[in-house]
């Protein structure tokens, strides 16, 4: 297992164009989250799926933006009509559900930068 | 709503010294879980250090350990013997505990401090 891997890891965009980003989490790893890190800041929660079902979402996700997790393995997050206020970097992570309300560690992927022009 | 506040952009600090690195926090919660997070440049996130909040003893990984006090709300991280590998941002992150099954177990996060260790 090589941990949790995002595509692509760099991506440059102008304005107005759509951007999809793909995250695959460790395998049997059920929960996926997507964050979103801008520059000078710590990551922000954007959206959670357990399995294939997306549980939670942040304000921060606008309605340009649409996750999915299909069959509850790979993950894509999609961008409309990008902004220039939409660069930052977009981080995913995934964890293993053992038991409820258990404590399970996040695991990390290197992120996609998204540069909007 | 949970705050985690990291004064400290930057900070500079010789090989083989030890540094602490600062962080505090502002919850309502009784229980929750505090993280110290490693970015090194360009690489993913790794977690270093856990701390249960229902936990008086201060954790220690090697040689990453916590200053862990509840009713400061105050967790700073402590590196001894620092090493070049240990260059990176470090991020304070809480989490509260599951409600239920289907709760996000979502990360809060400072904003970071970028550690530099030098010869």
């Known amino acids: 297992d090589t941990g949790v891997s995002q595509n692509p890891r760099h991506k440059i965009t102008k304005r107005g164009q759509n951007v999809t980003f793909r995250c695959d989490p460790i395998?049997?790893?059920?929960?996926l989250y997507w964050y979103r890190q801008t520059l000078g800041q710590g990551p922000e929660f954007l959206t959670y799926f357990q399995n294939e079902a997306q549980l939670e979402k942040s304000r921060l996700l606008s309605d340009r933006f649409s996750a999915e997790r299909p069959k509850g393995s790979f993950s894509t997050l999609e961008i409309q009509r990008t902004e220039q206020g939409d660069s930052a970097m977009y981080l995913c992570?995934?964890?293993?559900?053992?038991?409820?309300?258990?404590?399970?560690?996040?695991?990390f992927g290197p992120g996609t930068r998204l540069t909007v022009l | 709503a949970q705050t985690v506040t990291q004064s400290q952009p930057e900070m500079s600090v010789q090989e083989a010294e030890t540094v602490t690195l600062s962080c505090t926090y502002d919850t309502s919660e009784s229980n929750y879980y505090l993280f110290w997070y490693k970015q090194p440049p360009s690489r993913q996130m790794i977690l270093v250090i856990r701390?249960?909040?229902?936990?008086?003893q201060n954790a220690t990984e090697n040689r990453f350990s916590v200053n862990f006090q509840k009713a400061a709300k105050s967790f700073s991280l402590k590196i001894s013997d620092s090493q070049l590998g240990d260059t990176a941002m470090y991020f304070c992150a809480f989490m509260k505990p599951p409600t239920g099954p289907g709760t996000a177990s979502k990360l809060t996060f400072g904003t970071g401090t970028r550690l530099q260790v030098t010869l």
């Open positions: 395998s049997e790893h059920n929960r």
């Open positions: 701390q249960e909040a229902y936990k008086q």
């Open positions: 992570a995934s964890s293993l559900l053992v038991a409820a309300r258990s404590y399970n560690e996040q695991f």
